[in-house]
């Protein structure tokens, strides 16, 4: 697969500041979204660089130090579990990805995202399956989830119960099965099952 078509036909339009975004944390239970907008440097080419599900931790760590040396700039937005739970999950990642492009220090000329339709006067094209498709969205997805992994790291050092350091939110079996015994906190998504099963039968 050439990871480069589509900024490869941009370019040849005569598009130069390519941005891609993406976001990671959607199917978590507790936690924020993460969204990266990144503008990459034309000559990147950093080998490895996937989907950031597709990477190993140790990888993904690995690549997201040579991505942040060679982008031109970079932004990551987090919406809290609560403002998720007001707007839902989706419009809470749109909301996440449209920031982070407005926060950029250079201004794009064209949007990548991977699957996602935004709010914005720039030109852009959500992409199905884009953090597998354009090398620009890989970039973005792997610092935005090397980053919430961070964050769900530190927050298991306070909640220790729940293993975030390890499923980093998702509904494990085993994160499912501490939500009964140890109950809610106040990082949990409430418009989520189980959590919501777990209010509902309170």
Not at 41 to 54: E, F, L, M, Y
Not at 130 to 136: A, I, L, N, R
Not at 161 to 189: A, F, S, V
Request: proline share 3%; hydrophobic share 35%.
């Amino acid at each position: 697969m050439n990871k480069f078509e589509f900024e490869q036909d941009l370019w040849s339009k005569g598009y130069k500041n390519i941005c891609g975004c993406d976001e990671v944390g959607r199917g978590c239970i507790a936690g924020p979204v993460y969204a990266c907008a990144i503008i990459m440097d034309p000559k990147s080419n950093i080998a490895g660089v996937n989907d950031s599900k597709q990477i190993s931790d140790k990888k993904r760590r690995e690549l997201k130090e040579l991505i942040l040396k060679e982008c031109l700039a970079y932004k990551v937005i987090a919406i809290s579990n609560e403002e998720i739970d007001q707007i839902n999950i989706l419009e809470a990642s749109r909301k996440a990805m449209e920031e982070a492009v407005k926060a950029l220090e250079i201004k794009p000329d064209y949007i990548l995202t991977d699957c996602m339709k935004l709010h914005t006067s720039i030109p852009y094209t959500d992409i199905i399956k884009g953090d597998e498709k354009s090398y620009t969205i890989s970039c973005a997805s792997i610092v935005a989830k090397v980053m919430r992994d961070d964050f769900m790291i530190e927050l298991s050092k306070e909640f220790p119960d729940y293993d975030w350091d390890k499923n980093k939110g998702y509904p494990t079996k085993y994160h499912k099965e501490q939500l009964l015994k140890k109950g809610i906190t106040k990082h949990h998504r409430l418009s989520y099952e189980p959590v919501k099963k777990i209010l509902n039968n309170n």
